[in-house]
């Protein structure tokens, strides 16, 4: 074959096109490596030459109003696989299935999955199983950081506080609407590593460190809350009603003290499983619960009259037995009629057409500026993540029978912490108080500092003093001569009101079935506490509020009066030898039940805190002259705490059950068991650290 220059051309031309594409393409390649792909590139290098791991911060505890933990988080360990460092994934699997718990195959896929480079394999798993694998060596297999959330109390205000995730975030109630300042800022430890990822021995690591949440104080008082809590326990059990609702409440200030869902369920052990279950047992009914509130809202009623100069207490009123309303008749609740009677007595009596005439006497719009100013048809603006607004008609819409059936509590729906909220501006002196659950947040540690204090805020004035002291007589009145005196506790002025209210099913009115309730404070005088007790659907021949809501709402009255310090003071017509004064005994090193056993006979309330031990500590102090009656507080302990109120954390590892109780109560410590062992393994906070007495130590058994 003759080559000619023309061929020598071509084959010339041939060599630099496929040279020129071999560049093109070469160049191409590299800059979609280097330039689009420059980023997913030098991640997926990181990710192959570091490990990143995140130190989970430490949530926030929850503290009630006297500092008794009622939420806090302990120490656990997360599993991570690192499969390109796995040397035996059959081995790996075989032994992590077994301790943990988990699918043998799926344990393998992970172990020798090596697309990933680090593998989440189970998180807060307990130190027992920690220690087992540890002690295996199994290459591949870290630990990280974590933490697991704890409730000592398990279903104390369950509702009211929530619970977390596996994450660690809030989920429901107070957890979730102050998660963000609970939760903190998990933080990392970024180290260099070797292909397998494997830590390179001298290769640089940076610490991120976490930042912990706050500490969160309530105005929720342990102790309180938990007898309103027996007593709605109680209550369900003896007269078998569907529910039951009770919210404890500082009148003057708007300060919950207490909030009671029953039935309950420990927020340890959610039944996460059963969403319809769980989603019924957190509805939090004291704060969405929207329900006709029958004659608690003739408070509301009365207020109105009084303050717009519509009636006064000695007005007269007649009542047929019914009232003609726009040509309809509205009976009583009594069959036989009232026949004369003061505002008071008819208060007293509860009587509908008392009720009827003074909202036709104040008129539609003095009636409802009232409503409105009271909070009803509004959020009570609680710091919770959900609240009812109740139901209010607007009054463009309102005809005259609607008015008259409002003004004795129904065709009106209402929240319970809304009425609450409203009763106390009607007997605090005429303020309408924003109600709050958190106090203070402050951060963790043996020396907090408040970050954040909540003061008690005022919405608006909605009556005068003058009315609001008017109020406090009459609703006294209802206790000592009315409806109300299932609720009389001697020594103490109480003023309520009960109410007997229909239950509407299916959009009618539901034969048979009621809510009853009280609402009562003490003094009546000088108010200090206010307690609204609801009964949902009792199961019992009289249902009224008298008698199957009063008598439970005394029983909360009484015990947080004593509790409180608010000394009982008995009228000539009580027990005589209440009004003398006598000398506190000292009852310091003495058993506990015979401490008891001499307060009570010289006729003080006693209080322990502690059921192990001596007493150590007692208020009033032994020598204060005291009023029969007076709540003595005693402190059972077996040894005396530090000066500055501390302990330290006694050494209890390797001890049973009973033995790690009794030590840990003898040093004013209260426990509670992680675990299902019989011996004390370890401690949160640990053995030697100095705690404010009656701190919750968590102890793991195994």
Not at 77 to 89: D, F, H, Q, S, Y
Not at 433 to 451: A, I, N
Not at 542 to 565: H, K, N, Q, T
Not at 624 to 653: F, H, N, Q, Y
Request: hydrophobic share 40%; charged share 20%.
């Amino acid at each position: 074959m003759k080559i000619t220059s023309y061929t020598v051309k071509k084959r010339l031309i041939t060599t630099f096109i496929v040279i020129a594409s071999v560049f093109i393409i070469t160049a191409g390649v590299l800059f979609y490596r280097q330039i689009i792909q420059a980023g997913w590139m030098q991640a997926k290098a990181n990710s192959q030459w570091t490990s990143d791991l995140t130190i989970a911060a430490k949530r926030g505890r929850i503290l009630d109003a006297n500092g008794n933990v009622l939420a806090q988080s302990a120490s656990a360990k997360t599993i991570i696989l690192r499969p390109g460092a796995v040397k035996e994934p059959d081995r790996v699997a075989d032994e992590l299935a077994e301790i943990l718990g988990m699918d043998r195959d799926t344990v393998y896929q992970k172990a020798t999955d090596k697309t990933k480079s680090e593998i989440w394999l189970k998180r807060q798993v307990e130190r027992e199983a920690e220690e087992k694998i540890r002690s295996l060596s199994l290459a591949g297999v870290f630990f990280t950081e974590d933490t697991k959330r704890y409730y000592p109390y398990s279903s104390l205000a369950a509702q009211l506080l929530g619970f977390v995730s596996v994450d660690g975030s809030g989920q429901t109630g107070l957890e979730l609407f102050y998660n963000s300042k609970l939760a903190g800022v998990n933080g990392r430890i970024i180290a260099e590593t070797d292909k397998n990822g494997v830590e390179l021995p001298y290769g640089v690591a940076r610490y991120l460190d976490a930042q912990n949440g706050l500490d969160m104080v309530l105005s929720v008082d342990y102790v309180i809350q938990a007898r309103a809590e027996e007593t709605a326990a109680k209550c369900l059990s003896e007269t078998g009603a569907e529910s039951v609702v009770c919210i404890v409440m500082q009148p003057k200030t708007g300060a919950v003290y207490a909030m009671v869902n029953a039935p309950t369920f420990d927020l340890n052990d959610p039944p996460r499983s059963d969403m319809a279950l769980l989603n019924k047992l957190t509805y939090n009914s004291a704060l969405l619960m929207n329900y006709e509130p029958g004659s608690t809202f003739k408070i509301v009623t009365t207020a109105a009259a009084l303050d717009s100069g519509t009636a006064k207490k000695d007005t007269m009123f007649y009542c047929a037995g019914y009232k003609i309303v726009d040509g309809a008749r509205i009976k009583c609740w009594r069959t036989t009629p009232h026949g004369s009677e003061t505002l008071q007595q008819g208060v007293c009596n509860s009587c509908n057409p008392v009720f009827m005439t003074l909202a036709e006497m104040m008129g539609k719009e003095t009636f409802y500026r009232y409503i409105r100013a009271f909070g009803f048809g509004t959020g009570t603006q609680i710091d919770f993540n959900s609240e009812g607004s109740g139901i209010v008609t607007d009054e463009k819409y309102v005809t005259s029978q609607d008015l008259a059936r409002i003004a004795f509590g129904q065709s009106v729906a209402v929240t319970p912490m809304q009425l609450i909220t409203a009763a106390s501006a009607a007997v605090n002196g005429g303020n309408l108080m924003r109600p709050y659950l958190v106090k203070e947040f402050r951060t963790q540690g043996s020396e907090p500092v408040t970050v954040e204090k909540i003061e008690p805020m005022t919405v608006r004035r909605v009556i005068s003093e003058e009315t609001s002291a008017t109020m406090r007589e009459i609703l006294e009145a209802v206790v000592t001569s009315g409806g109300g005196k299932n609720a009389y506790i001697p020594g103490y002025r109480v003023g309520g009101k009960t109410g007997t209210a229909q239950i509407y099913e299916n959009g009618k009115i539901a034969a048979g079935k009621h809510i009853a309730s009280f609402i009562g404070f003490a003094p009546a005088d000088d108010p200090q506490i206010i307690v609204l007790f609801i009964v949902n659907k009792p199961n019992v021949a009289v249902d009224f509020g008298s008698v199957v809501a009063a008598p439970y709402a005394r029983i909360i009255l009484e015990d947080s009066l004593r509790y409180l310090g608010v000394q009982a003071r008995y009228t000539t017509d009580e027990i005589a030898d209440y009004n003398k004064k006598v000398e506190v005994p000292d009852v310091r090193n003495k058993k506990i039940e015979d401490a008891v056993a001499l307060l009570e006979e010289k006729g003080f309330y006693v209080l322990v805190s502690g059921d192990s031990g001596t007493i150590t500590a007692q208020s009033p102090e032994a020598g204060v002259a005291a009023v029969r009656g007076t709540a003595v507080c005693i402190t059972a302990s077996g040894k005396s705490a530090e000066t500055d109120g501390t302990v330290k954390v006694p050494d209890i590892l390797g001890r049973g059950e009973d033995d790690a109780k009794k030590i840990l109560t003898e040093n004013g410590l209260t426990m509670l068991k992680v675990g299902n062992g019989k011996t004390a393994v370890y401690t949160t906070p640990q053995v030697g650290e100095k705690v404010p007495v009656g701190t919750v130590i968590i102890v793991e058994f195994h």
